[in-house]
């Protein structure tokens, strides 16, 4: 697995085709073939990663819209990234931000 941090910036590779099956974002990565079913929160969280962004802005987002345990939300936030990382359909800077 992908080890992300609280410095990492995320965001969405280019190799990406999604569509929308009743509710279910499916993710298809052009280069490997593998595609990823994304329900629940996981679209919420996909949409957020179109653009560079933090784990830690995503985790703030979600404890907001949805008043969940902060820690249960970065636990679960950094399983579901590292899972989309090592699908290679996000890619990870661990540079840190300015």
Do not use: H
């Not at 990406?16 to 996981?42: H, K, R, S």
């Amino acid at each position: 697995m992908v080890a992300i941090d609280s410095g990492s910036t995320v965001v969405a590779t280019d190799d990406c085709v999604t569509t929308t099956i009743d509710g279910e974002i499916v993710l298809l990565n052009n280069e490997t073939g593998q595609y990823q079913g994304l329900t629940g929160v996981g679209p919420d969280i996909w949409d957020r990663v179109q653009e560079p962004t933090e784990p830690a802005d995503i985790v703030s987002a979600l404890v907001r819209e949805y008043d969940i345990d902060r820690d249960r939300a970065v636990n679960d936030v950094e399983r579901f990234l590292e899972t989309l990382a090592a699908e290679q359909l996000i890619k990870i800077d661990e540079s840190p931000t300015p």
